[in-house]
C-alpha cells in the first residue's frame, strides 16, 4: 500500500492522532501490521512515518465522560515489530475480528501530558464548517490521494472522529481546535540522515536495528541479571565479550553459564545464534535469563536510558530441536556465474 505523504518537507506538519479506548495511554504507539484479511491498512501503517519528536495527540473514547481529545505525547521515531492481540473497532471488526495474536508495530512514547481542558466531541462538532473548509484546502493544495484526515464528515450524521486507529492530524486543525501551544513543544536537532519517509525500524523481539536502544537493552537485561545472581550468594564474571554465553557464575562447586536476553516487546520468542545453541548443550549448566517489557527513551543529548521489565529465568536450559526454528541460512554460492 502506498501512503502519500502530504506532510512531507513541511516541518511544520508533525503531528498525528491516536483514537483509542485503551487504559495504558500515552505509553506507545501499538497497532497490527495489517488488516483482519491480511491486507496493509494505512489506519496501521501511518505509525511507521512518525518521526523523532513528533506530536501524537490522543482520542479517547471515555477518558473525559465523551470521546475527544484528552492528551498529548511525543514519539521516540523507533518503532519494533512485535505480537499483539487486537481486535478491530466498529460493528464490522467486532463481528470479525480476532484476538489471535498478530504481527505488529511498536512505537514508545514519551512525555504524556493530560490536557488541562480536553477538547471533547460537541467542541469539535462546534468547528464542523470551519474543519470541511480546511479539508477543502488540503486536497486542493495537495491534489491527489488520501490525507488520513482525523475526522469524518456526513450528511447523514454529525461530525465523527475517523473510525481507525491512527490520522494525520494537520497543524491547521490545531489552531481552529485551540490546541496551537502544542506548536511550541520543543523538537530534537534535525540529523541529516532523516530526511522524512519511514521511521527508524527496530526488529522482532531478538534483533533492534538502532544501536544505541539495542545496547542500552541488552546492558539493561545483563545489569538485571548480575543482581539477581548476587542476590543468590553467585560470584559473577561478564564474559558476553569473548563467549558464546554472557555470564559465568560461581557458588561453591556450582558452577553455570548464564544467556541474557532484553527486549522491550513481550517476548515470545528470542534469537539466538549457533554458538548459543551449541553452548545450551554442554555438560556445563546453563541458564536463560529473560527480560521483556524493558522501558526506554532517548534523552535530549541522545542518550538512551532504560528502566523497568518482567524477568522470566529458565535453569538448567537446553536449546532443545523441536523449540528452534531456522530464520537465516548461510548460502555457498556454486562455481561459475
Same mark, same amino acid.
Do not use: C
Given at each position: 500500500?502506498?501512503?502519500?505523504?502530504?506532510?512531507?518537507?513541511?516541518?511544520?506538519?508533525?503531528?498525528?492522532?491516536?483514537?483509542?479506548?485503551?487504559?495504558?495511554?500515552?505509553?506507545?504507539?501499538?497497532?497490527?501490521?495489517?488488516?483482519?484479511?491480511?491486507?496493509?491498512?494505512?489506519?496501521?501503517?501511518?505509525?511507521?512515518?512518525?518521526?523523532?519528536?513528533?506530536?501524537?495527540?490522543?482520542?479517547?473514547?471515555?477518558?473525559?465522560?465523551?470521546?475527544?481529545?484528552?492528551?498529548?505525547?511525543?514519539?521516540?521515531?523507533?518503532?519494533?515489530?512485535?505480537?499483539?492481540?487486537?481486535?478491530?473497532?466498529?460493528?464490522?471488526?467486532?463481528?470479525?475480528?480476532?484476538?489471535?495474536?498478530?504481527?505488529?508495530?511498536?512505537?514508545?512514547?514519551?512525555?504524556?501530558?493530560?490536557?488541562?481542558?480536553?477538547?471533547?466531541?460537541?467542541?469539535?462538532?462546534?468547528?464542523?464548517?470551519?474543519?470541511?473548509?480546511?479539508?477543502?484546502?488540503?486536497?486542493?493544495?495537495?491534489?491527489?490521494?488520501?490525507?488520513?484526515?482525523?475526522?469524518?464528515?456526513?450528511?447523514?450524521?454529525?461530525?465523527?472522529?475517523?473510525?481507525?486507529?491512527?490520522?494525520?492530524?494537520?497543524?491547521?486543525?490545531?489552531?481552529?481546535?485551540?490546541?496551537?501551544?502544542?506548536?511550541?513543544?520543543?523538537?530534537?536537532?534535525?540529523?541529516?540522515?532523516?530526511?522524512?519517509?519511514?521511521?527508524?525500524?527496530?526488529?522482532?523481539?531478538?534483533?533492534?536495528?538502532?544501536?544505541?536502544?539495542?545496547?542500552?537493552?541488552?546492558?539493561?537485561?545483563?545489569?538485571?541479571?548480575?543482581?539477581?545472581?548476587?542476590?543468590?550468594?553467585? =560470584? %559473577?564474571?561478564?564474559?558476553?565479550?569473548?563467549? @558464546?554465553? !554472557? $555470564?559465568? /557464575?560461581?557458588? +561453591?562447586?556450582?558452577?553455570? &553459564?548464564?544467556?541474557?536476553?532484553?527486549?522491550?516487546?513481550?517476548?515470545?520468542?528470542?534469537?539466538?545464534?549457533?554458538? =548459543? %545453541?551449541?553452548?545450551?548443550?554442554?555438560?556445563? @549448566?546453563? !541458564? $536463560?535469563? /529473560?527480560?521483556? +517489557?524493558?522501558?526506554?527513551? &532517548?534523552?535530549?543529548?541522545?542518550?538512551?536510558?532504560?528502566?523497568?521489565?518482567?524477568?522470566?529465568?529458565?535453569?538448567?536450559? %537446553?536449546?532443545?530441536?523441536?523449540?528452534?526454528?531456522?530464520?537465516?541460512?548461510?548460502?555457498?554460492?556454486?562455481?561459475?556465474?
Amino acid at each position: 500500500m502506498a501512503i502519500n505523504e502530504w506532510w512531507a518537507g513541511d516541518p511544520e506538519q508533525r503531528y498525528w492522532m491516536e483514537i483509542t479506548d485503551r487504559s495504558d495511554l500515552g505509553a506507545d504507539l501499538f497497532a497490527p501490521t495489517a488488516d483482519g484479511s491480511g491486507r496493509p491498512y494505512w489506519g496501521y501503517e501511518l505509525l511507521t512515518y512518525v518521526q523523532p519528536g513528533d506530536v501524537v495527540l490522543h482520542w479517547h473514547k471515555s477518558l473525559a465522560g465523551e470521546p475527544g481529545i484528552v492528551g498529548w505525547s511525543q514519539a521516540t521515531g523507533s518503532y519494533e515489530d512485535t505480537d499483539i492481540e487486537w481486535q478491530a473497532r466498529g460493528t464490522v471488526g467486532r463481528a470479525s475480528g480476532s484476538l489471535a495474536p498478530r504481527p505488529a508495530w511498536r512505537m514508545p512514547l514519551l512525555n504524556f501530558m493530560l490536557l488541562p481542558d480536553p477538547v471533547l466531541i460537541t467542541d469539535v462538532r462546534s468547528h464542523d464548517a470551519e474543519l470541511r473548509q480546511i479539508l477543502a484546502e488540503l486536497e486542493t493544495e495537495h491534489d491527489g490521494g488520501s490525507l488520513y484526515f482525523p475526522f469524518g464528515f456526513s450528511d447523514k450524521r454529525e461530525l465523527r472522529a475517523q473510525q481507525t486507529y491512527f490520522v494525520k492530524m494537520p497543524r491547521e486543525v490545531l489552531e481552529v481546535l485551540g490546541l496551537d501551544e502544542l506548536e511550541r513543544v520543543p523538537r530534537p536537532a534535525p540529523s541529516p540522515s532523516r530526511q522524512g519517509g519511514k521511521a527508524d525500524k527496530r526488529g522482532d523481539s531478538g534483533y533492534i536495528a538502532d544501536s544505541a536502544v539495542r545496547s542500552a537493552i541488552e546492558w539493561h537485561a545483563v545489569n538485571l541479571a548480575v543482581e539477581a545472581y548476587i542476590s543468590l550468594g553467585y =560470584e %559473577v564474571e561478564y564474559t558476553g565479550a569473548s563467549k @558464546p554465553y !554472557d $555470564l559465568l /557464575v560461581t557458588q +561453591g562447586s556450582d558452577v553455570r &553459564r548464564v544467556e541474557v536476553k532484553g527486549t522491550s516487546g513481550a517476548a515470545k520468542t528470542v534469537e539466538l545464534t549457533i554458538g =548459543e %545453541v551449541d553452548n545450551s548443550r554442554e555438560t556445563t @549448566p546453563t !541458564d $536463560l535469563y /529473560v527480560v521483556d +517489557g524493558i522501558q526506554w527513551w &532517548r534523552e535530549a543529548d541522545g542518550t538512551v536510558q532504560t528502566d523497568g521489565g518482567d524477568t522470566r529465568w529458565w535453569t538448567d536450559w %537446553v536449546a532443545a530441536d523441536s523449540s528452534l526454528k531456522a530464520t537465516r541460512f548461510r548460502y555457498f554460492l556454486p562455481s561459475g556465474g
